[in-house]
Antibody, heavy 115, light 111 residues
């Protein structure tokens, strides 16, 4: 069974940084392309970015509005994928989902940006 | 890249059918056969119910069907059940510079 478990969310002040982690199991993580998606309270889904498998080059791609403030990395030895968000703004408040490139989804991790 | 356009809400009685449209552009839906649909039940994470325009993952009932014509994709739910109530999102691949774009979301109500 595919499982994706996000961690690292919480309350952060504007201008701060946060690192979310996603631990994967139930599939061959090293071959998977992984995406992060976020959902602001009461709003729709927004694709944040993705990292391709190491075998396919490990490249990252990010949504244009977030480029420069986010970065995604992976550790195939630990089956984890991380999302780093810098210069956090109030409108970054959202549930952040880890996904196997939009096929399987974790339960999400809530990030609240507030002073 | 703007979000794909979906109706805000659709509703139907149990047993009826509803169709949700998803309108994009020639840069996303119109160019690629990589449209997916997601069901998000209240308080839950999204779940993939259709991929590659019309294919259903294992375990998704055939009451859910989907298609695409030009720049518009559609999801039809037949034989509505109360358990189908929730939000539905379409998503399309948009090329290397955009990658993925989601729809605005549609709330399905079973009256």
């Amino acid at each position: 069974e595919v499982q994706l478990v996000e961690s690292g969310g919480g309350l952060v002040k504007p201008g701060g940084s946060l690192r979310l982690s996603c631990e994967a199991s139930g599939f061959t993580f090293s071959k998977a392309w992984m995406s992060w998606v976020r959902q602001a309270p009461g709003k729709g889904l927004e694709w944040v970015g993705r990292i391709v498998s190491s075998a396919d080059g490990g490249a990252t791609q990010y949504a244009a509005p977030l480029k420069g403030r986010v970065s995604i990395s992976r550790d195939d030895s630990k089956s984890t994928v991380d999302l780093q968000i810098n210069s956090l703004r109030v409108d970054d408040t959202a549930v952040y989902y880890c996904t196997t490139d939009l096929t399987f989804w974790g339960h999400g991790s809530l990030v609240i940006v507030s002073s | 890249q703007s979000a794909l356009t979906q109706p805000r809400s659709v509703s139907g009685s149990p047993g009826q059918s509803v169709t949700i449209s998803c309108t994009g552009t020639t840069s996303d839906i119109g160019r690629y056969d990589y449209v997916s649909w997601y069901q998000q039940l209240p308080g839950k994470a999204p779940k993939l119910i259709v991929y590659d325009v019309y294919k259903r993952p294992s375990g998704v009932p055939d009451r859910f069907s989907a298609s695409k014509s030009g720049n518009t994709a559609s999801l039809t739910i037949s034989g509505l059940l109360t358990e189908d109530e929730g939000d539905y999102y379409c998503c399309s691949y948009g090329g290397l510079s955009v990658v993925y774009v989601f729809g605005t979301g549609t709330t399905v109500s079973v009256l």
